[in-house]
């Protein structure tokens, strides 16, 4: 999952709630019917596709490794960081991909 589909994710957080992102992430048709009324536009299967995998891993794959996301808002923009749950501490894409390896997501 690309940081800008982190990111929208936690606008959809911020704006539906925890439950109300995660249902209208990780089903398809739901997850089509967001794009539709956030781009005014039929979505390619692609970007269906993109974000509902973005949804998974947010909100089903990262949680068993033991990590989340985080946004930190500097003069420039916002930036999505990966956090340990148990530490609090950034880790990195290298370490997400390690523990997703170690259990075989």
Do not use: H
């Amino acid at each position: 999952a690309t940081p800008d589909f982190l990111a929208w994710l936690t606008r959809e957080e911020e704006e539906f709630g925890m439950t109300g992102a995660i249902e209208r992430t990780i089903d398809r048709d739901k997850c089509r019917m967001m794009l539709l009324e956030e781009l005014g536009y039929d979505p390619s299967d692609k970007q269906v596709s993109a974000m509902y995998e973005a949804g998974r891993m947010k909100y089903e794959t990262l949680p068993q490794i033991n990590a989340g996301t985080s946004s930190v808002t500097y003069p420039w923009g916002k930036q999505t960081w990966y956090r340990d749950l148990t530490t609090g501490r950034r880790i990195g894409l290298a370490d997400v991909e390690f523990r997703m390896d170690l259990m075989g997501l």
